[in-house]
């Protein structure tokens, strides 16, 4: 039951995000404009990173001064306002039943502070802010959702200013902006920044049309180049290959040609090319051609391993050290040094020698001794003259690169991938399509590299023992989820064994999923929880 | 120096008769204390009474010019015995901790100054942490009064209501020689809220009184004859006392309603709670005029038979509204309404649930399904709202919003510890780890998951005795230093000396007791005007007799942690070993130098601020850094690459600088994208001609990669 004498506010916050603040502006904001004001919050270990709620009832005063009986928690069906500071946050009092159609006015920033579980997954564990939007609209009486957090760090202030902008021009409390705005000056800290990002906010809530904009990043759209090699290829692009891949391969061969040169970018488009053919004659047309844009998609990536003279690479451009600069705000002409983390393995250095010298290293255990020594623990000054040289030089072998060891190795595994993906193909066209998309595991450096390999190894035989067999492009999908849920690969171990037991024991070899580094910490169905 | 700063605050302490105080419930009870004439104030910090402690650490001047004597305890148990001094003398004395886990601590001490009984008024202010939002086990503080025979106040949470149930407690005390415990639940705690205050009083005996003419009367005394003669007092004299006292003070209160077949029984602090329900149900105002009958207990322990027997008599039915289980206060109204041949139906966890926390939800349903059984007419009025809970939009969301488990801080220097042991565990296997309270025990939420057990505050070296025997592996038992000081340096360490232990304890030294807000502890490093700091825990530890000890000075070298622990389980010498890992609290030190060093960059002197950023072009969206790291500043984002699927790891602008990313990346040879930025103010003219060249060099050279790149964009 809605008493128009009380106003009742729960906002959701995250420790941390200075949820108090706006409850101590709400206090001073409505007991100067004569209502009785109850607040009242649970802190701690909440505050330290979990989700907390601060509760505020306004009342409006009486001439008998009585003093009203405010409650101390918000409750289902009794709130009028709820504010979150973060939309999982929103998502969260939905859940909790706070929001309901006839009453509330839910207020929420559409930004994202990602839960541990979300940023820990091995892949994308993002959650998909869409089911709040919906969630929100069919459970708050009104729906007002923008990104709060970029307003008040445009505005150089923290999102507790833009909430109180937003939850003022939504015009659901009795008071002016005015009053708004005395209540920030009389909090008296961060002023000026303070009612900038305020303002901000409200101009914003009162249009209120705010929604997050998906974006399409696949535009079919095939851009023209200055430059005519480029535009044989891009032309290559147009003409020999089914629409839907088309923005995949505008990607790829601008990464190519950024990784190594147009003939490279060429090779990419020849591979493409022969999989994209047996993929028409498999009827890929009723598919989409999914096989050709997984294949276009991930043989970029692939053909673009991260080597050492790639990372020196990026490391050293110009573009890279104006987005840092922008990244720490650093005004023009600031000095900043940056130093890099970097720790080069005797493999990785065989990996950019050439290919016999490379194995011969190796190989030979004084040498790679003696190379030990140099290799391991690097910090390295980029934007010092010495550290920036060095980088630099390594960055330039890329002409070389098709010389290395880790050239040879990367082309042989690509071949075998490409090949399984068309015979494959050939009898089980989901299942390839699955393939393809397997490289997705094949990510990090060193050891995670390793083990990345490892996994991925592991799924392309399971999918060799699963041609022709019912549910065959499901059950390789399930495996290569699982080799994303653990690091320590625990969870593909025992999809394997499942599988070695279903299908075809000699061809699946469980081990070699790597169960000796298993982490059984990581095993904690907690943290796999999140992948 | 405590989290937050009160210097503000303090100055309400001063406010005088008939001024309005207005601020938070915690402030009140501390305003009533001095409006009380309390002699002196023991404690120990813990959520929702750290406030308490830390306004009263503020406002030395204030309490100096009264004569008040202040205490930061060693621990609960202590903060109970300092009320010693008011068993012989006519001096008030308030202690306060957090409930149940404090009190467990302060039990022995309050048991024996619950049998001899007291002389001054002695008020034990306990800051109840149940329901949402606990850190602690859910128990109830109703059980200590009953078996010790305190008396438990539950006032309703309204500053008016605490202030006065704060000075009543203490001539409640005095009027029956019995110690008073008054319980405040946490939002209570933290309410914000006003009263209108009176004068300070000045304690009209003081503790130096005491000192030159001593008292002592061995009757007050836990011996034989005593002893026994302290169970009779108790119910001959001291109970029937407090009866006489709550009875005739009205503490416990009645409102009247017009439906006077029914009435509701509640424990004070649930009043607000009640009364919003009964006001959704259409039989109540916001002004506390009800329908139904209340009686509401600001006294929970003892219960007053006779008020019981006049509010019950004659009513068909009656409901009891008790947070929590056992249910005590139902039990005890049954017997006496039995005794006394009252017929009214009691309802009570019947309607209500047994277990939890009575939020307004819980309330609302409960009160409604007494009602309906009991007078179904008073319910015609009210409305039930439209739930939205079914609806398959909102059922979506059980998939999709994360848990936010509590994490450490950004820049916390604990975490490098736990990235060392996550590290060490991949080389050796799953150790098994004793746990202990404090920030540290967020080890066990992901991303760490290590901690095997947590047996209480201090007792993360106690709860690893049991494996002290020859094994291939051994434990690890993890304090912190406000454990320690609590009762770890006895009851771990000594203890395992005592028991030639061969095993490893890890002390989490960050300069503070931190997660009870950052109060100062023995080994803290900050000068503290009014407390002993500085006493380093090496110098305890080698004085208990243990040969081994580490000290690491700085947590976040990674490698070095990692050493230390492997080297103190991989045997070497026998006996106990030590590891010491130092740093400061991020969120104290931070508190302490940013303002320092805006300042410094404001006289224009030389200033370097550090950060860490990642290279998104080089992440390959694996997170491993994240799975040994957790901290906030470490976060996801979309990967700017068309191509890839998986978010890249990105530091926020909250990042401090505190190095853990630079060394995990080194120690687990994790990637290449991590990088240190630091960024320099004021720099020297030198600096800068050497910047300005440096950097001309390097955009040259830039320049000619740009150049090809430019040649083939699109």
């Known amino acids: 039951m809605s008493d128009p004498q009380r106003i009742s506010i729960a ?74 500071a973060e939309l999982m946050e929103a998502g969260r009092a939905i859940q909790r039943g706070l929001v309901t159609p006839e009453r509330t006015t839910l207020i929420s920033s559409s930004h994202r502070a990602y839960a541990i579980l979300e940023k820990s997954a091995m892949a994308n564990g993002m959650a998909d802010p869409e089911t709040v939007h919906a969630a929100a609209r069919v459970a708050s009486r009104r729906y007002v959702c923008f990104d709060m957090a970029s307003i008040a760090e445009d505005n150089g202030s923290v999102i507790s200013a833009s909430l109180f902008g937003a939850l003022a021009g939504a015009a659901v409390l009795p008071f002016g902006r005015e009053a708004f705005e005395a209540a920030i000056r009389r909090g008296g800290v961060g002023v000026e920044s303070s009612l900038r990002a305020f303002g901000a906010a409200c101009d914003q809530s009162q249009r209120s049309a705010g929604r997050v904009r998906r974006e399409d990043r696949q535009g079919a759209e095939i851009p023209v180049a200055r430059n005519p090699a480029v535009n044989a290829l891009l032309a290559e692009i147009r003409e020999a290959f089914p629409a839907p891949a088309h923005g995949f391969l505008v990607e790829g061969v601008r990464k190519l040609i950024d990784y190594m040169d147009i003939g490279y970018a060429h090779d990419y488009l020849r591979r493409v090319r022969s999989v994209a053919m047996l993929d028409a004659r498999c009827d890929g047309q009723r598919r989409e051609f999914r096989v050709t844009c997984e294949t276009a998609r991930y043989l970029a990536l692939r053909m673009a391993y991260e080597d050492t003279i790639r990372v020196a690479d990026l490391k050293t451009r110009a573009a890279r050290f104006d987005r840092f600069r922008r990244e720490v705000h650093a005004f023009p002409g600031q000095i900043v040094y940056v130093t890099e983390f970097l720790h080069p393995r005797v493999q990785e250095i065989a990996d950019t020698l050439p290919a016999g010298l490379g194995r011969w290293l190796l190989d030979t255990p004084w040498a790679s001794r003696a190379v030990d020594r140099l290799a391991g623990k690097r910090l390295v000054r980029t934007a010092r003259l010495r550290g920036f040289m060095a980088l630099w030089l390594i960055g330039r072998l890329g002409r070389y690169r098709r010389r290395t060891l880790r050239y040879a190795a990367e082309m042989r595994d690509i071949g075998a991938w490409l090949s399984r993906i068309e015979h494959t193909m050939l009898e089980d066209y989901d299942l390839a399509c699955e393939v393809a998309e397997c490289a997705r595991v094949l990510k990090g450096y060193g050891e995670t590299g390793e083990r990345s390999r490892r996994s991925f190894d592991a799924l392309m035989r399971a999918a060799d023992a699963l041609v022709g067999r019912p549910g065959s492009a499901a059950r390789l999908r399930a495996l290569h989820r699982a080799a994303l849920q653990d690091e320590g690969g625990c969870a593909l171990k025992a999809g394997l064994v499942e599988l070695g037991s279903s299908v075809a024991p000699a061809s699946v070899d469980p081990a070699s999923a790597d169960p000796a580094s298993a982490d059984p910490a990581s095993a904690d169905p907690a943290s796999a929880a999140g992948a | 120096m ?10 309400k302490l001063r406010l005088g008769a008939g001024e309005t105080f207005r601020g938070e419930g915690i402030l009140a009870v501390t305003k009533a204390l001095l409006q009380s004439g309390v002699g002196y104030v023991a404690g120990y910090q813990g959520a929702p009474i750290s406030h308490l402690m830390d306004v009263l650490a503020d406002a030395r001047d204030i309490l100096s010019e009264l004569g008040v004597h202040f205490e930061t305890s060693a621990n609960e148990a202590t903060a109970a015995a300092t009320l010693a001094a008011s068993v012989n003398y006519p001096i008030r004395g308030a202690a306060t901790w957090k409930s149940t886990v404090g009190t467990n601590v302060a039990s022995d001490a309050l048991a024996n100054l619950a049998s001899g009984g007291v002389t001054g008024g002695a008020l034990i202010v306990i800051g109840e942490d149940y329901g949402e939002g606990s850190s602690i086990m859910q128990e109830r503080t109703h059980a200590f009064a009953m078996k010790s025979q305190v008396w438990l106040l539950d006032p309703r949470p309204n500053l008016p209501s605490i202030v006065s149930m704060v000075e009543k407690g203490f001539e409640l005390s005095e009027a029956s020689n019995t110690p008073v415990m008054l319980e405040l639940r946490i939002r209570a705690c933290h309410v914000h809220g006003h009263f209108v205050a009176r004068d300070n009083v000045r304690p009209p005996f003081t503790l130096q009184e005491a000192l030159v003419t001593p008292r002592r009367d061995t009757g007050r005394i836990v011996l034989p004859p005593a002893s026994f003669q302290h169970e009779k007092d108790k119910i001959e004299k001291r109970w029937p006392a407090a009866v006489k006292f709550i009875a005739g003070h009205g503490l416990n209160e009645f409102f009247d309603g017009d439906a006077a077949d029914v009435g509701i029984i509640l424990q004070g602090g649930l009043y607000n709670g009640v009364l919003r329900a009964l006001e959704r149900l259409g039989l109540a105002n916001a002004f506390g005029n009800t329908r139904v009958p209340l009686y509401v207990l600001n006294v929970t322990y003892p219960l007053i038979d006779a008020e019981v027997v006049r509010f019950c008599a004659g009513r068909r039915a009656v409901l009891l509204v008790e947070e929590g289980q056992p249910d005590y206060i139902e039990q005890n109204l049954h017997a006496i309404l039995r005794k006394a041949d009252v017929h009214t139906a009691l309802s009570g966890k019947d309607v209500l649930p047994m277990a939890g926390e009575y939020t307004g939800e819980v309330l609302l349903c409960g009160l409604r399904a007494f009602l309906d059984r009991h007078a179904p007419r008073l319910l015609q009025a009210s409305p039930a709202h439209s739930s939205v809970a079914a609806h398959p939009a909102v059922q979506a969301l059980a998939g999709v919003v994360p848990q936010r488990p509590a994490g450490f801080c950004t820049g916390c220097p604990e975490r490098p510890i736990f990235t060392a042991m996550k590290l060490m565990e991949k080389e050796l296997g799953p150790l098994h780890v004793s746990a202990d309270i404090g920030c540290h025990l967020f080890s066990i939420l992901p991303p760490f998951n290590i901690g095997n057990t947590t047996m209480g505050y201090g007792l993360g070296g106690a709860a690893a005795s049991a494996f002290n025997v020859e094994a291939p592996r051994k434990a690890i038992a993890i304090m912190g230093d406000g454990g320690f000081w609590h009762n770890g340096l006895t009851s771990g360490i000594g203890n395992s000396v005592f028991n030639r232990s061969d095993g490893v304890t890890l002390i989490v030294d960050n300069g503070y007791s931190a997660a009870t807000g950052g109060q100062d502890v023995l080994s803290s490093r900050a000068a503290n005007p009014t407390r002993s700091t500085n006493n380093p825990i090496e110098q305890a530890v080698r004085g208990v007799g243990v040969k081994q000890v580490t000290t690491i000075t700085r947590t976040y070298d990674v490698e070095r942690m990692r050493q230390a622990l492997r080297e103190a389980l991989d045997g070497g010498q026998p006996g106990h070993k030590v590891i010491v890992a130092q740093s400061e609290c991020m969120l104290n030190r931070q508190r302490r130098v940013k303002p320092l060093m805006k300042q410094a960059i404001q006289k224009g002197e030389r200033v370097v601020r550090e950060r860490f950023v990642v290279d998104p072009d080089t992440c390959t969206g694996d997170h491993a850094c994240v799975r040994i790291s957790g901290c906030p500043s470490l976060t996801i984002r979309p990967n700017p690459d068309p191509l890839r699927v998986d978010p890249v790891t990105h530091v926020d602008d909250s990042c401090v600088g505190c190095g853990l990313c630079g060394e995990a990346a080194h120690a687990a040879a994790l990637c290449p994208s991590f990088m240190r930025a630091e960024i320099v103010f004021n720099p020297g003219p030198w600096e800068k001609f050497r910047n300005r060249v440096r950097t001309r060099v390097i955009r040259a050279l830039q320049r000619q990669v740009r150049r090809r790149l430019d040649r083939y964009a699109f």
């Open chain 2, 2 to 11: 405590a989290e937050r700063s009160f210097r503000k605050e303090v100055q």
């Open chain 1, 11 to 84: 906002v959701l916050a995250i420790g941390g995000q200075g949820g108090g603040v706006l409850a101590d502006w709400l206090v001073d904001l409505a007991e100067h404009e004569g209502w009785i004001v109850q607040t009242t919050s649970v802190p701690g270990v909440a505050q330290r990173t979990g989700a907390t709620i601060y509760y505020t009832e306004l009342f409006r005063g009486e001439e008998t001064g009585r003093a009203p009986v405010l409650a101390l928690m918000p409750a289902p069906g009794d709130v009028d306002i709820v504010v979150a």
